[in-house]
């Protein structure tokens, strides 16, 4: 299943990308694309932090990151003394990242320093990370494989502490308990250890598919008459792959009960879960669930046993592009993430794209079981990330590579890798130095946009779009095609045809010439550059005539009738521009007085006598036609003895009608009482 | 007294989509019903066997919907990891389906755990099958093998190891237990018979294979890939017919009850209808997104496609015979319709027939009693110029031909020419009806040339005709030129007739100009 297998293929892969807020405060937002860069953004200003491309990007893609817990990070800062940005108010800053890979490594990434603090390899996973925990204080780490063991590290000596088999299928994930004494990992079951002595505690049943997350939801249990051990009691959330059910777990005292207590339903396969944790009895647990398919689900809860029936959300918010005018219709913008802030009330959301996704924060006030919100993400794009990008690495690259676009065989494709944003901001700088006028930036610039108009882009997709969707006979993509008005862009696009095609497109284009002119006439552009270009191909069709016959008939029975046509558009003309005269008469009399007019009336008369002559030549067929005149001619007499003031006009001969009507159009917007009375005596 | 004729009213063919038999057919559906399913659903199946149930695989879990229902009747989801291919036998009572895993399980449709569990496959079983005998199982895994079990012993009979990738597609004769096909990823079709212990025949598809299908017969085959292509069995695998009417790989076939129609569904969200004696589409389904599985329940009454977004999608047919129970008014007995009917001729008889009362539309009677503008009226309604525009046509005709079209359109109102023009503006351009109205047009003109400007909303109208007219004049010289090229192009095809000594051909032109006018 080529494509549409993605999900049923590797049921291993995560449904996101390994994406993380920065703990407490929030401030970050790490994010490690599937490009292999990792990207911190500002969460309050939406503005890129740091973009950080390992070494081994392609072939160790980062699977898994977590930020360290900022209690660790004040206690570690002091040890560190190289670092001089360290000095004030930065021991409150996150700092470490740690980064899962696909091959099994692990890296420590410090966005203070902006590079790579440490590597974590010797002794530790030979197979694809799938979870990393840090521990609360200890300062240690935990990190769990494909090649089905937990690994404990020393962050400070970078060195493996302990080394045990997990499950004996891959662990999927791992959790720590709130008072850091117990370890849960999610492999086959979902099975809870003590940490030191790294034996099984508790098993539970899990999932039918790789858990993708688990977290603790409670830090205390729920009644208080018993003895807290720090772990009897809790609960425990677990989201898997391809499930729309989180389930909810009880860790009891006695070792029977092993299914889950309660569960939540959502729409789509669980991709980020945040939640608050309930501290006391009464406070509910607020859980944001992000889905695959882009909406965000929150749930409020007060754990309270056993509960047979899943529960559905308490609100869902989508994300919605404005629809433009009447046609254009909303559409979706994907959430990719979303976190509590620290006031437990609002929600910062994360949406968009991977590579340039908008963070927002959202209030949680209302009690609506739905939100939209509608966001135009459209104008939010590049300039503002080359402006913010404080540091920034990309790897070395071989000038040799080679850049392979997929395209129809036998064409190479134009397009070039575009040049990463840093080169951009490096020539920036560079230029500071070395004094690059103005004037020849601004030519390098014209050059560059004619080289990469959108045509080139285009043509190299619109050939195969056009050949697929003549193919498959498809409406929609057809019309994306045969409707762009670009002539050159049109020429192009038949240039690469493929011949097979040449005969199709031709009959597609039949169809299509016989609609209204407005879009035929675009037809008749391709209709044109297929003949044209490939005027020797079709040349050597033996069976050309009956191909073409029908296109040939259909244009010749068009066209047979424009003399006439051509006939009747020149009365129009004639009438538009009539009435357009008497506009700017009328226009004239309003601002000018009553004077000037009739002189213009006079050269009215001059120009169209002889037309009025050949138009009385049809009328005489009907009388009614004639009466018709004669009726307005005597209206028009009356209208000029009304009005005095014109003696010039007066005084011209009375017989002609043409005259007689552009004097007696000025006067009708007076007095239009005559109009009804003209019908009725027609009839 | 010469009875009246009625206005004919030209019909004119218009050229594109037709309405055919299969159209129909296949457009009684109602609106589809949609199911979210857990995952991707990557197999639909129909139990042969009344109430004809379902079963969808999709994710780690085999639902059973029955035929209205829009909830699981049951569901196994004892599968550690994702679940493939679920399919019933010829009764309806056993169900087999494979597992990512590499297991394959069987199950009982009353029963909840596997009856029997088939282990021996290294990676994901993707296809399995039960052959004609009932009694044993065909499949095929990602470790390239296809392998054989008996169902009572549960023991594996016979593999083979003839493919070089991924068998991800197969199915079982209909007829022969012995015979079953197998697709796979190394651009081959192969067909085995478990009486042999090699393949008895393979089939080159060119790509991989993602579906195969026999024909009830066995005598043709069909596989798909990136094209769908139907191979003659009986030939010894000869191609027949290539099919390449989808833009992606397409992804399941099926064939229609009656066997007439064979459908494929794409990952280009096109289910394709093609007839099995022409192999031309014949009909064409959208859907959202790219569809994994499609599957027809008997007598076509539904039809269940799956799509990767784990959206089943099921539509019904629409039920045909409810207009049966309308109460019918009484009728008189048919023998008060052929009294006197038989009564045969006498030798001084004359026999006087009562003339037939002839129905007329309402325009006609108008036109019979020369109420011209009355009838004129009736075919400017907007109901009728929307729907049939060629009547009002064809009446303006009949007007321009007894020479009355000037009066019938004079003495109008505002509201009332502006209906005239809209009908004007809107057909003006169709070549079929242009002859007719530019003469209206110009007629209308010339009455309505003196009131010129006087109804701003009129002149609005005369300007969008203007508009329109030069438009289709630009047009029209494009074409000219553009049938310039083409007298050119036809011009050099003559030349080279007149010199090959072929004459039926060098006649082809002229008679083609006769059939279409």
New interface residues.
Partial sequence: ????????CD?LAPAGVPCAFSPHSQAYFALASTDGHLRVWETANNRLHQEYVPSAHLSGTCTCLAWAPARLQAKESPQRKKRKSEAVGMSNQTDLLALGTAVGSILLYSTVKGELHSKLISGGHDNRVNCIQWHQDSGCLYSCSDDKHIVEWNVQTCKVKCKWKGDNSSVSSLCISPDGKMLLSAG?TIKLWVLETKEVYRHFTGH??PVSSLMFTTIRPPNESQPFDGITGLYFLSGAV???LLNVWQVRSENKEKSAVMSFTV???PVYIDLTLSENKEEPVKLAVVCRDGQVHLFEHILNGYCKKPLTSNCTIQIATPGKGKKSTPKPIPILAAGFCSDKMSLLLVYGSWFQPTIERVALNSREPHMCLVRDISNCWAPKVETAITKVRTPVMNSEAKVLVPGIPGHHAAIKPAPPQTEQVESKRKSGGNEVSIEERLGAMDIDTHKKGKEDLQTNSFPVLL???L????FE?LNKVLQTRNVNLIKKTVLRMPLHTIIPLLQEL??RL?G???S??LM??W??CV??VH?SY??TLPD???Q???????????????Q??????G???L??T??FI??QVTASEKTKGATSPGQKAKLVYEEESSEEES?DE??D??S??NW??DE?ESESEKDEDVEEEDEDAEGKDEEN?EDR?TAS?KE?NGD?DL??E??SE?? | MAGYKPVAIQTYP???EKITQDTLYWNNYKTPVQI?E???V?KVDFSPQPPYNYAVTA???IHIYGRYSQEPIKTF?R????AYCATFRQDGRLLVAGS?DGGVQLFDISGRAPLRQFEGHTKAVHTVDFTADKYHVVSGADDYTVKLWDIPNSKEILTFKEHSDYV?CGCASKLNPDLFITGSYDHTVKMFDARTSESVLSVEHGQ?V?SVLLFPSGGLLVSAGRYVKVWDMLKGGQLLVSL??????V?CLCLSSSGQRLLSGS??R?V?VYSTTSYK?VH?FDYAA???SLALAHEDETIVVGM?N?ILSVKHRKSEAKKESLPRRRRPAYRTFIKGKNYMKQRDDILINRPAKKHLELYDRDLKHFRISKALDRVLDPTCTIKTPEITVSIIKELNRRGVL??AL????EKEISHVLNFLIRNL?Q?RF??VL??A??II???Y???????PVV?KK??L??G????????????????G??DM??A??RRKEGTSVLEH?SD??PE??KI??
């Fill in positions: 299943m080529a494509a549409g297998g993605g999900g049923s049921p086959r039918a598919t391809h499930d729309r729409t789509d396969e050949t697929q969707g193919e498959s006979n498809d993509m039949t169809k016989q209204h002119p407005n035929a006439v008749v552009q209709l044109k003949l044209t005027a079709l040349s050309l005539v009956p073409l016959g029908t296109l040939y008939q259909l244009m010749e029975s068009r066209v047979k009738t424009f006439k046509l051509s006939h009747l558009h009365k129009l003309i009438l538009i009539q009435y008497f506009f138009d049809i009328a067929k009907d009614e036609d018709d005149e307005e009608g009507d159009e009708l239009s109009d009804p003209n019908e027609e009839e | 218009i050229l594109g979210k857990f995952g991707a990557s994710s780690s879990r989801s599968f550690k990891d994702t990512e991800r991989p993602e390449k009417n989808h833009h992606k790989t992804t990952l280009d096109k394709k589409v064409s790219s569809i994994l990767t784990g000037a009066n004079a003495g109008r109102d351009s070549p242009a002859p530019i003469n047009a110009e003109i010339d009455i040339l003196p009131v010129i400007g006087q109804s002149d005369f300007l005709l203007q329109l007219v030069e438009k289709e004049i630009d047009y029209q010289r494009e074409l000219l030129e553009t049938l090229m083409m192009l036809f050099t095809m051909t082809g032109f083609n100009k279409e006018s």
